[in-house]
């Protein structure tokens, strides 16, 4: 196994890649014992070093030391969501707390945090080098807010939560995964397909092949199915179905059913958050972020329920009235909302998603986002085809300088597939450093957009452009990065400062300039045409209530979650929530609770799924420093964001970084104003 270890750990692939194709999935149980042996190793010297701490015999060599337990976990991590299988799941349910019970160990080394506890008392602020400054912060909090001061039986107790909620969140990650995979509606007859443009039975043909089933078409849970699906169907009753598995993931009894991982959850973070001396859980999230408190993200949340309720009231009374019209006697039920507001929109604006679709193609899109990128930032994308990434459909750039210089790599992921859980997101195999020799940046986007039968296009909707503009956004946080400290960098941001560099790279996609450049017809190659771009730019609004709603309804009800303590029931405590919000009953919360992988599969968002509303006050802001030079491509202003806010990571504090790009920080005016919110 010696040999098969440093493949994993030591990536000698072409561009410094691993070598993926040599990595079976049953060498990682193994390889994880060696890597963690090492890092204890590490820690342990340093720990141990007899000199007096200074920052390069402590804190540099923390940021350095793990070497092959970073790498290792990149991969396995970046298998466990985008590819995974059996064998994966069940050491993913063993590793999680294996890794957290190492960490935490880390964490309550008193003669390690002794060391960093020194250092800190003796800081001298305002002199040195200030994202020195910036890590020795970072880590003196991340330990204290790990239990470095807590006593020894607290401690114990702490590692054993912090180790049981490894294992619940890599649970409930599998049971929707499960989910997600297991259901499929297969249709067969031209009654059942009344309503669906060729785009979208193109996808369902390709998902139903993939699938082995015996119907033609199949109807999945990946969101570019089912969300055209639920929109263009003319079949209640399927859309019914299909929508009812869409929001039951996680929800249906049995072993997938996640209520009662969620309550479990919710109980040991309570108990968490009171052992290291906080009020509840959100307090504890939010104390190393810009909202601070739970009181500011909730007045930032109600500030926008309210006037998203109004207007998705309005929304609900013109889709009533439409299914008046067409001779219907039913209430506007969830099923319902997608699909007859595409039919107000097409009448409203004179166009439809169908009639849009054939112009955004993925390739032009993809096109289109590295084109942006060049303008802001000066870097160009050179595609690889002859390298191997970690599956077939993995495409792999470099990422290039003006000077031609290979900056870093990125690796595209774009297909769904049932080895892969839902949703978009970016990640990396390694950041970029400058200590010890340095590193460059290799990140990936994953995404679910469906699969084209051979030899045919991906067609995009509007919104599944809009994400890869936002993932590619979160890419090139990563990639521009430019700081000498891993744990400040690229995204190493506080969570609700990390949707900057994403939200704000999505308003290029609809710069008119861009569009009529990228949206070309897939079999014509004509540009979009003039009115149609004048119809689409003139609805980016519409329907915003819903939008609204359905996002806000889910950051209220995390947030509600984290202050309110342990639950014994989380599904009652969530509709009960929405019931005292005054939620639509045409609407749901665009993460239900069961499935709300954002919030309950790990840390990341919990406490934080407000984060994208947050960085979208500063995005609208920061987008409208461009529009105030009169050119979305302004030289000066893009070379300011590209310094203070893409390159500087975590290296200054996120409200510095702002400010030195944008001279203020903002108010939620223009943000209101973009989502169409803003008072008459």
Do not use: C
């Amino acid at each position: 196994m010696g040999e098969i270890n440093e493949r994993i750990f030591d990536w000698r692939g072409p561009q410094g890649l691993p070598e993926f194709a040599g990595i079976a999935d049953v060498d990682f149980a193994e390889a994880f014992d060696e890597a963690l042996s090492r890092h204890r190793a590490e820690i342990d010297a340093i720990a141990g070093n007899a000199a007096p701490a200074d920052f390069g015999n402590t804190i540099v060599a923390l940021e350095t030391a793990g070497k092959p337990l970073n790498r290792i976990s990149a991969i396995f991590w970046n298998r466990a969501g985008a590819n995974s299988n059996e064998t994966i799941q069940a050491l993913e349910r063993d590793i999680a707390p294996k890794l957290a019970r190492h960490y935490s160990a880390i964490a309550m080394n008193s003669r390690l945090f002794a060391r960093i506890d020194a250092l800190w008392q003796a800081r001298d602020d305002g002199a040195g080098d200030p994202e020195a400054a910036r890590v020795l912060e970072k880590h003196w909090k991340n330990f204290v807010r790990a239990g470095a001061r807590l006593n020894d039986a607290d401690q114990a107790r702490l590692a054993a939560i912090n180790e049981e909620l490894a294992g619940l969140g890599a649970r409930f990650s599998q049971n929707v995964l499960a989910d997600e995979k297991s259901w499929f509606l297969g249709l067969s007859s031209e009654e059942d397909l009344q309503g669906l443009p060729d785009f979208l039975r193109d996808a369902m043909a390709s998902a139903a092949s993939e699938r082995s089933i015996k119907d033609p078409y199949a109807v999945t849970l990946s969101r570019s199915i089912i969300e055209p699906f639920l929109t263009f169907s003319e079949r209640r009753d399927l859309r019914e179905q299909a929508f009812a598995a869409w929001v039951s993931r996680g929800d249906n009894g049995g072993e997938t059913d996640n209520a009662a991982n969620v309550a479990r959850i919710l109980t040991l973070r309570d108990e968490k958050s009171k052992l290291l001396g906080y009020g509840n859980f959100a307090e504890l999230k939010l104390d190393d972020t810009m909202a601070k408190t739970p009181e500011a993200v909730t007045g930032l949340l109600m500030k926008v329920w309210d006037r998203a309720l109004l207007r998705a009231r309005k929304e609900e009374d013109d889709i009533a009235a439409l299914i008046t019209e067409e001779g219907r006697n039913h209430p506007v039920a969830p099923w319902d909302w997608r699909h007859y507001s595409e039919k107000l929109r097409a009448r409203k604006f004179d166009f439809s998603e169908a009639e849009l679709k054939p112009y955004l193609q993925l390739e032009k899109i993809v096109e289109a986002s590295f084109e942006v990128a060049n303008r802001l930032f000066g870097i160009t994308a050179v595609e690889r085809p002859d390298l191997e990434a970690y599956h077939p459909d993995v495409r792999v750039f470099e990422i290039r300088d003006v000077d031609g210089a290979i900056k870093g790599l990125f690796l595209a992921d774009y297909f769904a597939r049932p080895s892969k859980r839902s949703g978009a997101w970016m990640s990396g195999f390694q950041s970029q450093h400058r200590l010890d020799g340095g590193q460059m940046p290799i990140v990936y986007n994953v995404m679910n957009f469906a699969k084209p039968p051979a030899g045919k296009p991906a067609l995009l909707s509007l919104d599944d452009a809009r994400t890869l503009f936002h993932e590619f956004g979160h890419a090139l946080h990563g990639l521009l990065s430019d700081v000498d400290h891993p744990s400040v960098s690229g995204t190493s941001v506080s969570r609700d400062f990390v949707e900057l560099p994403s939200q704000l790279f999505e308003h290029w996609l609809t710069v008119p300039d861009v569009l009529r450049r990228y949206a070309v017809h897939h079999e014509t190659g004509a540009a979009i045409p003039q009115d149609l771009l004048t119809k689409v730019l003139a609805a980016r609004n519409f329907n915003s209530g819903f939008a609204a709603v359905e996002y806000t309804a889910s950051a209220l009800v995390d947030m509600a979650f984290h202050t309110a303590g342990s639950i014994d029931d989380p599904l009652d405590f969530e509709a009960q929530t929405l019931t005292d919000l005054g939620m639509p009953k045409a609407i749901v919360m665009r993460h239900r609770t069961p499935h709300f992988l954002h919030v309950f599969s790990g840390d990341g968002y919990s406490a934080g799924y407000y984060s994208y509303m947050w960085s979208e006050v500063l995005d609208a802001d920061a987008f409208s420093a461009f529009e105030e030079t009169g050119d979305v491509f302004h030289d000066a202003t893009a070379e300011r964001l590209h310094r203070h806010i893409y390159a500087a990571g975590g290296s200054v504090d996120p409200e510095d970084a702002y400010r030195a790009f944008r001279g203020k920080m903002p108010d939620a005016g223009p943000m209101l104003k973009k989502k169409g919110l803003a008072a008459a």
